[in-house]
């Protein structure tokens, strides 16, 4: 015999009945009767369950009440009841406000890399213009939480949500890169950087700092090889999708064999999968390009004479003093550092457009230098400064964080021809594009040092022809993905070719083509060209550069200071992530999986 089915509540269908509110003081609350008076529910709509209850619970105290007076009652216990509902209501809300308001002043803190504590400040602050502007405010501003603690909190709350956006994304990527490099704390702990460049199915393009972890132990290419491995399984990435490798010329990190390039050719080989493009950050080859060029004879004795000067604090101001009384007042002589990029142009120039005034000073303070009254050794400096200047401006245009690998080869091209050029120019005592060169001229009796220069020029095309040469064997493919509009298709990869002879007979897509590249490829229809798009998404996604971990680790300095070095690594991953996203924050997100609403936690 079949089961008899239970009777569901659902199943009768009770309609609540407006005379039950006067007779029985009930109201409808939702799918149940609520008893204004006691504020009970009763679960099932039926006049008997309501007569019930309040026979059992309030006849002898409501009995009596009839007509207008019965009514009125049954209105003040609802509107009572509507209050408190209110005032629930209302407190909530506002701990979710005061709870939110102190998550965005702690992103703002964090993004801006200030203390912890300086949301104290922060709430000073508030309280002061809330004084001014609303005093009957003031409360409401002195309840936000800003204390050092809670800031900590709200930040590692927001970076768990930044990660969590990054993983939803990563779960999409076709193609992605990573670009590595680690440097020093004010600790001397070793951190290393790990940022994800990805491209999805519709060409969007997601680039964040992925990780950061902190080595106190060894740092060998095993070491970081493991942290990388950590980083893929905590965003569960596939190592067949990735595109590229881009790190600094470090040996732990390029180097073949026991290097992090040789763990991954390696692990590669064993899983039998398909090994990924290694890059050495272009910008740092055209640095190792620039300190080859042997210009000791002219760079050792101008940095001996700014240290003269800047060494001595009394020299420094006297030289500054004396400038005053020139038109060159506005000026003063830089450091050259080894490691940054462009001071050897600055102070090579600096000296050059001062040496009057700095041969004057010294020889006033007993040590003269002959070599600024040398002809040619100012001519030396005069064209060193010049060099130096082109490769700085090569050297800023390789610089920013949405250069394509494709931008950045036809800049590296671009000065490749401009070498050939300044080859034949100087070689034919051709000094247009030499502007300290051309000044020096109008005064110099001595000849121009036309070997010197000649050498200078084909040291720079030996060490750019050589140390690019693994981005010039991808020359055709970097061109094919720059513009397929021009490409020759006989030399495209088969699996493109009819795609692109498609492509290339479609005047719609060459108009688009116009408009930008990334945009192009973002139009470019997927059901007409998967294979295309497969190709333009792995360049997509290459870093050509580590430039954005150089720019991290500047804001690194700045966030662990030497005022903040009990700095968790977990608040400076935080800080640090929050500083270099582009993605917000979801404070509905972070709210809602909150347990407790309360201000203060």
Request: proline share 2%; hydrophobic share 35%.
């Amino acid at each position: 015999m079949a089961e008899k089915r239970k009777r569901k509540i659902d199943d009768e269908c009770w309609q609540f009945q407006e005379e039950w509110s006067l007779k029985y003081f009930f109201i409808k609350s939702g799918e149940k009767a609520l008893c204004v008076i006691c504020n009970e529910t009763v679960a099932v709509m039926k006049e008997y369950n309501l007569r019930r209850h309040h026979q059992s619970k309030h006849q002898e105290k409501y009995a009596q009440l009839e007509g207008k007076v019965r009514a009125e009652k049954f209105s003040k216990l609802q509107n009572q009841l509507t209050s408190q509902r209110t005032l629930f209501s209302k407190s909530s809300n506002e701990n979710d406000s005061l709870t939110k308001a102190s998550y965005k002043v702690a992103y703002v803190l964090a993004k801006s890399g200030k203390p912890f504590t300086d949301g104290e400040v922060v709430k000073e602050c508030l309280l002061e213009v809330a004084e001014e502007l609303c005093p009957e405010k003031s409360k409401q501003f002195e309840n936000v939480a800003l204390g050092a603690n809670t800031i900590a909190r709200r930040v590692a709350d927001i970076g768990e949500n930044i990660v969590t956006q990054i993983a939803k994304n990563a779960s999409k990527f076709r193609h992605f890169s990573i670009a590595m490099d680690e440097s020093l704390d004010s600790c001397s702990t070793s951190q290393l950087l790990v940022f994800i460049r990805g491209v999805d199915e519709d060409m969007n393009i997601t680039q964040e700092l992925a990780s950061l972890h902190s080595m106190y132990g060894t740092v060998t290419g095993e070491d970081i090889f493991n942290d990388l491995k950590k980083t893929f399984a905590d965003y569960n990435l596939d190592w067949t999708n990735l595109s590229c490798l881009t790190v600094d010329g470090g040996k732990n990190m390029s180097g073949i064999k026991k290097g992090l390039v040789g763990q991954v050719r390696q692990m590669c080989n064993e899983k039998n999968i398909l090994q990924p493009m290694f890059l050495h950050c272009i910008i740092h080859q055209q640095a190792l390009c620039a300190k080859y060029v042997d210009i000791s004879s002219v760079l050792n004795p101008v940095v001996k004479m700014v240290n003269l000067i800047r060494s001595h604090g009394l020299n420094h101001r006297q030289f500054r003093d004396m400038l005053k009384d020139t038109d060159t007042e506005s000026q003063d002589l830089p450091y050259y550092t080894a490691v940054r990029w462009l001071s050897c142009e600055k102070v090579l120039s600096r000296v050059f457009k001062l040496r009057k005034e700095i041969g004057d000073f010294l020889e006033s303070k007993g040590k003269p230098q002959p070599l600024l009254s040398d002809e040619e050794w100012v001519w030396k400096l005069a064209f060193a400064a010049d060099i130096t200047s082109h490769l700085n401006f090569l050297n800023l245009k390789l610089q920013g964080e949405e250069n394509l690998v494709s931008d950045l080869y036809t800049h590296l091209k671009a000065f490749r021809s401009k070498l050939v050029l300044f080859l034949e120019q100087v070689q034919a005592n051709n000094l247009t594009h030499f502007q300290q060169c051309k000044v020096f001229m109008a005064e110099a009796t001595a000849e121009f040092p036309t070997s010197f220069a000649c050498e200078i020029i084909k040291d720079l095309q030996l060490q750019f022809q050589q140390r690019f040469s693994d981005l010039d064997s991808k020359a055709e493919e970097v061109r094919l993905f720059q513009n397929p509009f021009e490409a020759d298709v006989a030399s495209c990869p088969d699996e493109l070719q009819l795609e692109v002879i498609e492509l290339q007979a479609n005047d719609l897509l060459r108009d688009k083509f116009k408009e930008g590249l990334v945009g192009f490829y973002q139009f470019l229809p997927k059901e007409d060209f998967p294979n295309v798009k497969t190709f333009a998404s792995r360049y997509l996604s290459i870093f050509g550069t580590t430039y954005l971990c150089e720019q991290t680790f500047s804001r690194m300095k700045y966030v662990k200071n030497n005022l903040r070095t009990n700095l968790s690594d977990d608040n400076l991953r935080s800080l640090l992530m929050l500083g270099t996203s582009n993605l917000k924050p979801e404070m509905s997100a972070i709210l809602a999986s909150r347990k407790q609403f309360h201000h203060s936690h």
